[in-house]
Each structure stands twice: as C-alpha cells, then as structure tokens.
C-alpha cells in the first residue's frame, strides 16, 4: 500500500489567546509542526501540544519562524545567515527539551512563514538554516517545499528530507507559494483541495495556478493549523486520500 504524510502547524496560541483547534487536527493528521515561542506558542502551549501529539502517536516537529509576535511570522525579516542559523538552534533546543519533556523526540525540522518563503529562492539562508539544524541533530529530517531551492540544498548537505506541498494553498509558475491576499492564494474548499492533491500525487508533480506542472517528490501533505477551515479539510483530505487506496503514515526521510 502507498503511504504518505498529513502534516499540519500548530501549537501556535500564546497566552490566553487561542490560535487553532489542534486536538482535533492531531486525531487527523501523522506529523505536527510545533511552534517555538518566536512567531508563536509559548512554554506552556508548547509542553501541552507536544504531550497531545505524543498521546496521538504523531510525529514531532520543530517549526521555527522569525521573532515576530505581532505578525505571525510572515513579514520578511533582514538577518545575517549566521545569525539565522543562531535562531534555528536556539528554537529546535527548545523544541528538542519539550519534547523529551513529553516522552518524545523531535524528527523533523520544517522553517515557518516568511523564514521559510525566503528560503525558497535564497540558497544562503536555507543553507545557514539546515546547516545549523543539521548541526545539533545530523539525523533531524528536513521538511522542504519539493522544487525548490530548499531541496536542492537538503540534498547538498546530505540531510534526510520529506519533500512537501501545500493542501489549501496555491502555486505560482515557479513551483514557489502564490502570496496571501493574492487571488488563488488560499484554498479553503475541502474538496477542491483534495482534488488537487489527488492530481498532484497522481502526476508525481506540483500543479500551478496557470495549469504548469514541475515534477516533485512528494512525501508530505501541509494543512496550515490557523486557518477556520483546517479541521474540516484535513479530515476530507485524509477521507480522499484512504479512499485513493493511501495509508496515512508519518515520513521516513531520505538522502
């Protein structure tokens, strides 16, 4: 039987104020990809979401974004590679202590938000980012957008990797993420969305807007926790996707 990854974002509310309903997505998906206190989440959030996943039997994630509270992580931020290479470390050591906190272990490591739309197209900062990672755990698996530079680069540096793409969002002629606020940006129909990802699996490649496709690897299957529909379009993804004859299972990784 054919297997594939549903991963989702989450442990993204800090405070008091709630971002997602991650225990229902972890009763749906095989991978989390937890915040580290920079773009969200907090101590707390993180100790709780990591103990949910591990009662779940789902695999643990690192998900480190730029320090922007107030933005969600998603404005462009100026860093010097080295000092993101820092950033990285310092979250997946906080990810990494939860987690053992919890019984777990962190696998896998996926860049959030604008950090990650960055290093898309910028082989220094996806460099300094996978280096300094791969650094603290040489057998972390890197979560990258397949097509991009990103894998180009998990590939360099040897690294296992699970190559992604994106349920509810869209692509643009280069295989990179269509902006938020753009038309055809976000996908929030759940059955259209599984649609595309049917075809996407069937093609063995990313589908683009203008109907393009770049040939990808395919290993994982992103549902961004912090949208409204999320729960409801992971549980019809994962519906399709059993229905397609697919076993849900969390990625192994390869070099």
């Avoid at 957008?145 to 590939?155: D, I, K, P």
């Avoid at 690897?217 to 397609?244: K, S």
């Amino acid at each position: 039987m054919r297997e594939i990854d549903l991963n989702a974002d989450m442990g993204e509310a800090f405070g008091d104020w709630r971002m997602g309903d991650d225990e229902s997505l972890l009763g749906i998906v095989s991978s989390a990809n937890i915040a580290c206190g920079f773009h969200a989440g907090d101590w707390d959030v993180m100790a709780r979401t990591m103990a949910a996943a591990q009662a779940h039997g789902v695999g643990l994630g690192a998900h480190p974004g730029f320090p922007d509270l107030q933005g969600f992580g998603r404005r462009k931020m100026a860093m010097p590679p080295e000092s993101v290479g820092r950033m990285v470390q310092y979250q997946l050591g906080a990810a990494q202590a939860m987690a053992q906190a919890a019984g777990g272990r962190i696998r896998h490591l996926k860049l959030h938000g604008a950090l990650s739309n960055m290093a898309m197209t910028d082989e220094a900062l996806s460099r300094a980012a996978y280096k300094a990672a791969l650094d603290i755990d040489p057998e972390i698996i890197l979560v990258v957008l397949s097509g991009t530079v990103m894998e180009q680069v998990a590939r360099d540096l040897g690294a296992a990797y699970a190559g992604e793409i994106f349920a509810d969002r869209g692509y643009a002629e280069d295989g990179t993420l269509i902006p938020r606020g753009q038309p055809g940006a976000m996908i929030h129909d759940a059955d259209e969305a599984a649609d595309r990802i049917l075809d996407m699996l069937d093609a063995g490649a990313i589908l683009t807007a203008g109907g393009n496709r770049i040939a990808a690897r395919i290993d994982t299957i992103c549902v961004h926790g912090d949208e409204p529909t999320a729960v409801a379009l992971a549980r019809r993804l994962r519906e399709r996707l059993e229905g397609a004859g697919l076993a849900i299972r969390p990625f192994a990784g390869a070099r």
